[in-house]
């Protein structure tokens, strides 16, 4: 009964700027940190970032902090990644995840975006 939809990816040279969104639609409660994954062709999924929705607090992984930040609204039901200088290893597809615990690893979200795609050109 839980549906996340990811958007705003896209392409943009090293250094630029996007703003991912992950709306959730259902029943969420269970789900209370919201991770933001990302995924390179032929490699594992790998942590990006996560907020606890009830509290704000977050956790980022050290190859994007410092440049991305995770935030909710609440009343949009919407989790955000905002990614600033962008480099071209942050290429991938990036996924929006709920989980009942606070972790990056993906085995322990039960539930998944689509997916939007990240490009960064040098």
């Known amino acids: 009964q839980v549906q996340l939809v990811e958007s705003g990816g896209g392409s943009v040279q090293a250094g630029g700027s996007l703003r991912l969104s992950c709306a959730a639609s259902?029943?969420?409660?269970?789900?209370?940190?919201m991770g933001w994954f990302r995924q390179r062709p032929g490699k594992e999924r790998e942590g990006v970032a996560y907020?606890?929705?009830?509290?704000?607090?977050?956790y980022y992984a050290d190859s994007v902090k410092g440049r991305f930040t995770i935030s909710q609204d609440n009343a949009k039901n919407t989790v955000y990644l905002q990614m600033n200088s962008l480099k071209p290893e942050d290429t991938a597809m990036y996924y929006c995840?709920?989980?009942?615990?606070?972790?990056?690893?993906?085995?322990?979200?039960?539930?998944w975006g689509q997916g939007t795609q990240v490009t960064v050109s040098s």
């Open positions: 995840a709920g989980s009942t615990s606070p972790t990056m690893r993906p085995e322990f979200y039960t539930y």
């Open positions: 259902g029943y969420t409660y269970s789900n209370r940190y």
């Open positions: 907020i606890y929705v009830g509290g704000g607090r977050t």
